[in-house]
């Protein structure tokens, strides 16, 4: 299990490339790579803050739950923070079991859990300012499922 | 005495990121009352609750929680990570 965040850029690339290599009891890999989106044509930037120590420590035990709910046999979760430009990755969560179904469903549970139990906060820049971007209900709704 | 930390636009209406607060306030919301009586910034900042979140010792808690012992408390808005 891994857990990483930072201000840098990363090569979702390169990172799955080297998750999990060398395995041979691993049949199931699921890769999610969250990217700065410009819904309006108008986006400079999104500024991501976080509360450093809880971050780390929130992520870390949603990814050991994740570990321990379906049998991951590998797990990471890389998020950034700071001024992103559209385009850029923003996070990525990997997970590896024997079979597909405990990989797809791990990594949902850690994406839902990323959008609204972790402290990161996201600021839209544009030409006029910046904008918080609110919470959805359905962000929060989604977690009953789990 | 306790760390009161403010994230995203709590931060930015208190103007403040942290400050060391001497308070005997048992609760979470007992301690948002005494700071929105300070000055309009924080009246402002803690106008509306159900629209805040509040960590105790960078655990997510509830506002009527107990504040004995806690070192560090932050409020902030819902989060918007992934």
Same mark, same amino acid.
Request: glycine share 6%; charged share 25%.
């Given at each position: 299990?891994?857990?990483?965040?930072?201000?840098?850029?990363?090569? #979702?690339?390169?990172?799955?490339?080297?998750?999990?290599?060398?395995?041979?009891?691993?049949?199931?890999?699921?890769?999610?790579?969250?990217?700065?989106?410009?819904?309006?044509?108008?986006?400079?930037?999104?500024?991501?803050?976080?509360? #450093?120590?809880?971050?780390?420590?929130?992520?870390?035990?949603?990814?050991?739950?994740?570990?321990?709910?379906?049998?991951?046999?590998?797990?990471?979760?890389?998020?950034?923070?700071?001024?992103?430009?559209?385009?850029?990755?923003?996070?990525?969560?990997?997970?590896?079991?024997?079979?597909?179904?405990?990989?797809?469903?791990?990594?949902?549970?850690?994406?839902?859990?990323?959008?609204?139990?972790? #402290?990161?906060?996201?600021?839209?820049?544009?030409?006029?300012?910046?904008?918080?971007?609110?919470?959805?209900?359905?962000?929060?709704?989604?977690?009953?499922?789990? | 005495?306790?760390?009161?930390?403010?994230? &995203?636009?709590?931060?930015?209406?208190?103007?403040?990121?942290?400050?060391?607060?001497?308070?005997? $306030?048992?609760?979470?919301?007992?301690?948002? &009352?005494?700071?929105?009586?300070?000055?309009?910034?924080? $009246?402002?900042?803690?106008?509306?609750?159900?629209?805040?979140?509040?960590?105790?010792?960078?655990?997510?808690?509830?506002?009527? &929680?107990?504040?004995?012992?806690?070192?560090?408390?932050?409020?902030?808005?819902?989060?918007?990570?992934?």
């Amino acid at each position: 299990m891994r857990v990483q965040v930072q201000a840098a850029s990363f090569d #979702p690339a390169a990172e799955i490339a080297g998750f999990a290599k060398g395995r041979r009891d691993i049949g199931a890999e699921v890769s999610f790579i969250g990217r700065v989106r410009d819904d309006s044509g108008h986006l400079l930037a999104l500024e991501i803050e976080h509360y #450093p120590g809880m971050t780390e420590a929130a992520i870390s035990a949603m990814a050991q739950e994740a570990v321990t709910r379906w049998q991951l046999l590998e797990c990471l979760v890389l998020h950034r923070y700071g001024r992103l430009a559209p385009g850029e990755p923003i996070m990525m969560v990997a997970t590896a079991a024997r079979h597909r179904a405990e990989a797809f469903a791990a990594a949902e549970f850690l994406m839902d859990y990323l959008k609204s139990r972790a #402290p990161f906060w996201k600021k839209e820049i544009t030409q006029r300012g910046g904008d918080w971007v609110a919470a959805k209900a359905s962000d929060e709704d989604a977690l009953t499922r789990w | 005495m306790i760390e009161v930390l403010y994230f &995203a636009w709590v931060r930015e209406r208190i103007g403040l990121a942290r400050e060391t607060v001497e308070t005997g $306030a048992a609760t979470p919301a007992a301690l948002v &009352a005494e700071l929105a009586a300070r000055e309009p910034r924080y $009246a402002a900042a803690f106008a509306d609750t159900s629209a805040l979140r509040v960590a105790l010792d960078q655990k997510l808690a509830s506002f009527d &929680a107990p504040l004995a012992g806690v070192r560090e408390i932050a409020f902030f808005p819902p989060m918007t990570g992934g």
